[in-house]
């Protein structure tokens, strides 16, 4: 009876419990997480066809957790090799059509944090003092290599010495067209890329990422990062993050973190800036922990580095580990820059480090963020004590 009076809208509305009323056009969410094989570096990806959220409305609450098999990735813990994949960000999807980007946090079975998990590490202590509002820019130095060498390079080896790739235009400079693709597919996910350069050595380049604030730096990184694995799949080419890929009189790749906190950007910051780097003079040794692994082969004193065995600043200086600019001098307010992280560290992990060590508050221990120990460690402790 009730038909007959019912407007049409209504006669074809389903029941909220009906199954079919929750769905939606179907769409393909990608789900990407960091694997614990190697060095944060290492990012898997899997898709889901999505129709119970439309995909204008997906975020990450909304987002079911996801599991994949760790045997396959050397991340499974005990008996069971199932791993749990939690959704923390939704990006757009910069190569598929109908898509979205969904990064992803791995937990046990239990719901605890899988030991891979470094964001979790990191947003404890970054939520512990959220009035600081640190921000930072990542400078992500990186090698184009194809067939395991660097990129169109001959293979007898270098052409000549280093000098005239930095920001270079001419037919030394090799892979722009790759490296800009990565730049606009950042750009089209909406991640806060600042810039791009070719760098000192042949087939280098650098990307940076920022000003982000608090965890969204690592985030950003790790995206970042996956366009680059998705489009060197593409070209069948590899990116390398080694902080010292080719031996010699060749530069590293490094990843400085630029910092700084709100009381650093106000007038009269540059106090805080000193007092950072007073505080960071005293966590050194630890802090290099979170600085990548083989760093040791990078900062050897030489090619625009500092030694790890000692800490210095100095404005304007290329050679220490923190150089604080110039117009922060003249204006005294800005940022630091600390020039000893690698490229291979997990943004996560440093990032948090640097401001917890910077700031003078408690932070992660290298056991508590599962960064396995290194003999160089041992040998820097040493070194600093003569
Ligand atoms: P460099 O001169 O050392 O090569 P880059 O231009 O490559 O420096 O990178 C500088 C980075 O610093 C950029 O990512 C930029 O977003 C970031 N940055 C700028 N201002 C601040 C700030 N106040 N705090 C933290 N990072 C900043
Ligand atoms: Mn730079
Ligand atoms: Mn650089
Ligand atoms: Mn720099």
């Known amino acids: 009876f009730l ?45 889901m066809t999505v129709t119970h959220v439309p995909i204008d409305a997906a975020t990450p609450d909304k987002m079911k957790v996801w599991n994949f098999d760790g045997s396959s990735t050397g991340q499974a813990a005990g008996e069971t090799s199932e791993i749990l994949i939690k959704p923390v960000a939704v990006y757009p999807h910069p190569f598929l059509d109908n898509a979205r980007v969904v990064l992803s946090e791995c937990y046990k079975p239990d719901m605890t944090p899988h030991p891979t998990n470094s964001r979790v590490v990191a947003l404890k202590y970054f939520d512990a003092h959220k009035d600081d509002e640190p921000w930072f820019g990542l400078e992500q130095e990186y090698f184009l290599y194809k067939g395991g060498r660097p990129y169109k390079l001959p293979a007898g080896g270098f052409p000549e010495p280093q000098g005239d790739f930095y920001c270079g235009n001419s037919s030394k400079v090799v892979g722009r067209e790759i490296v800009l693709e990565h730049y606009q597919a950042c750009l089209k996910m909406g991640l806060k890329i600042a810039g791009v350069n070719a760098e000192v050595a042949p087939a280098q380049w650098e990307f940076q990422i920022g000003p982000c604030t608090g965890i969204e730096e690592g985030d950003h990184m790790v995206m970042a990062r996956w366009v680059w694995a998705k489009i060197a799949e593409m070209n069948e080419m590899e990116i390398n993050y080694d902080p010292k890929p080719i031996k010699g009189d060749w530069n590293g790749s490094g990843c400085h973190h630029n910092f700084s906190t709100k009381a650093m950007r106000q007038p009269g910051g540059y106090e805080a800036i000193k007092q950072a780097c007073a505080n960071l003079g005293k966590t ?52 630091m820059e600390d020039r000893r992280p690698a490229s291979n560290i997990d943004p996560y992990l440093s990032t948090v480090r640097l401001y917890t060590s910077a700031m003078g508050y408690a932070g992660p221990s290298a056991e508590e963020a599962n960064i396995p120990h290194e003999p160089w460690w041992d040998v820097l402790a040493k070194e600093a004590a003569q």
């Open 3 to 47: 038909y007959f009076f019912a407007p049409p809208s209504l006669l074809f509305r389903l029941p909220s419990y009906h199954p079919l009323a929750a769905m939606c056009t179907p769409w393909i969410a990608e789900y990407v997480w960091i694997s614990g094989q190697n060095t944060y570096t290492d990012l898997r990806s899997k898709y």
């Open 284 to 335: 050194f040794l630890d802090d290099v922990k979170f600085y990548g692994g083989d760093n040791n082969q990078r900062m050897t004193g030489l090619h625009e580095t500092s030694k790890l065995s000692e800490f210095t600043w100095s404005i304007g200086g290329r050679h220490t580990s923190v150089r604080v600019g110039n117009d922060v001098e003249r204006e005294g307010k800005g940022y």
